[in-house]
DNA sequence: TTGGGATATCGGGATAAGCCGATATACCTT
DNA sequence: AAGGTATATCGGCTTATCCCGATATCCCAA
């Protein structure tokens, strides 16, 4: 059920503005100071700030968190207008193991 | 000075075929029992053989086998007229610890 | 020194990824 | 209901990857 497919999140690692969202959803206060007292942790961060920090297109980036999600690496909810993304740190977990053990 | 590229080794991961190679590297006594006594664990596993098994061409494997190399997964060494191919563990276990502490 | 075998490199056609603007959807406010 | 805001999806252009055949290089044996 949880298998994780390592063929797509390769895939999914293999672009650098990705590797930097997953940079900056690792430390939203950091990144994204911005917005003070947002609770982050709780829901993640909305695609507009990521948007806004990564100097892509809308449109783009809404297409790169999809990805990231289809692979697992990051989980989304929908509260009202926004859609919130974070990381599934369970899976980078899984991932790192598979690699030191199975790859 | 062994920095590793996290973004150019998950480019080489990205493929199906390149990580078939490397569970192939990784046990080349079961995956290439045809070359019976051969002293695999010092030297690896010739392009010859890799290629015979992949059913992809020469060119395409002799291609991967550098992608590979340049990622610093595996490493070569000539003897004769042969390249030996085998995996370089320590970027794997490198690559391991990256992924759970830092990206 | 020439011929043959192993591997690397080159050129290219097919397919996928990067990234955009335009448009659609979903929700919220008034 | 209508307009505004946030996000997702679509169509398309550009660039990179996949994978091949042809050719070059490198090494060995006769």
Excluded at 44 to 67: D, F, H, K, M, P
């Amino acid at each position: 059920m949880s298998a994780i497919d390592c063929l797509e999140i390769f895939k999914a690692l293999s672009n650098e503005k990705r590797l930097e969202i997953l940079q900056w959803l690792k430390e939203p206060h950091r990144y994204f100071s911005c917005a003070e007292g947002m609770d982050f942790e709780k829901y993640g961060v909305c695609v507009g700030y990521i948007q806004q920090r990564s100097g892509l297109t809308q449109s783009t980036i809404s297409e790169y968190l999809a990805i990231l999600k289809k692979a697992g690496l990051v989980e989304s909810v929908r509260i009202g207008q926004w859609t919130y993304y974070k990381r599934n740190e369970s899976v980078f977990k899984d991932l790192s193991r598979i690699i030191k053990t199975n790859i």
